[in-house]
Nanobody
Framework: QVQLVESGGGLVQPGGSLKLSCAASGNFFDIIGMAWYRQAPGKQRELVAAIIRGGKTNYKDLLGGRFTISRDNTQNTVYLQMNDLKPEDTAVYYC?????????????????WGHGTQVNVSS
């Protein structure tokens, strides 16, 4: 089984910063991509940022460069540095990883999700 455990959420004032972490553990062969999604109350889950093993990144439009995703491949951990937080960033943030369980030659990756960490931006 693969477990993704997020940490780093909490309450912060507008303009503040938080750094989220997500560590993958369990029995697997490879992780090719890791990402952060978020879901605000009453809204659909949306992609915030993604990073593949080689380091290429992709960000949600309109973040204005406030968020930075990074990855430690040796620790199977992905981070999300969030700066200049705004009330509209309030959401549950979920970690996602595309995981290959076995080196069976199929090249098949499966998506796994963490349970989420709450981020509240409020004065």
């Amino acid at each position: 089984q693969v477990q993704l455990v997020e940490s780093g959420g909490g309450l912060v004032q507008p303009g503040g910063s938080l750094k989220l972490s997500c560590a993958a553990s369990g029995n697997f062969f490879d992780i090719i991509g890791m990402a952060w999604y978020r879901q605000a109350p009453g809204k659909q889950r949306e992609l915030v940022a993604a990073i593949i093993r080689g380091g290429k990144t992709n960000y949600k439009d309109l973040l204005g460069g406030r968020f930075t995703i990074s990855r430690d491949n040796t620790q199977n951990t992905v981070y999300l540095q969030m700066n200049d937080l705004k009330p509209e960033d309030t959401a549950v943030y979920y970690c996602n990883a595309d995981v290959q369980i076995r080196d069976d030659g199929s090249g098949t990756y499966y998506p796994y999700w963490g349970h989420g960490t709450q981020v509240n931006v409020s004065s």
